[in-house]
């Protein structure tokens, strides 16, 4: 793999991990499951994401989308 296409590829990477970040922590379900299961230690670390996830999301889509009008 050369520089242009980890260059390419790792902005899509950060948006994935923002957009499942945010979906997961924004959903009632599937934050239900986690607090009967995870340990309340995960649980903390896990919502203290939540700031980087929405920030990923942002950066990777405007990121993307430089990637995607400059090619």
């Given at each position: 793999?050369?520089?242009?296409?980890?260059?390419f590829?790792?902005?899509?990477?950060?948006?994935?991990?923002?957009?499942?970040?945010?979906?997961?922590?924004?959903?009632?379900?599937?934050?239900?499951?986690?607090?009967?299961?995870?340990?309340?230690?995960?649980?903390?670390?896990?919502?203290?994401?939540?700031t980087?996830?929405?920030?990923?999301?942002?950066?990777?889509?405007?990121?993307?989308?430089?990637?995607?009008?400059l090619?």
């Open positions: 793999m050369t520089y242009k296409e980890l260059d590829f790792f902005p899509v990477m950060v948006l994935f991990y923002g957009a499942l970040m945010t979906f997961v922590l924004n959903s009632p379900r599937l934050m239900r499951i986690a607090e009967e299961r995870f340990p309340q230690e995960l649980l903390q670390q896990m919502n203290m994401h939540r980087l996830g929405v920030f990923c999301l942002v950066i990777g889509a405007l990121w993307s989308l430089q990637n995607m009008w090619i």
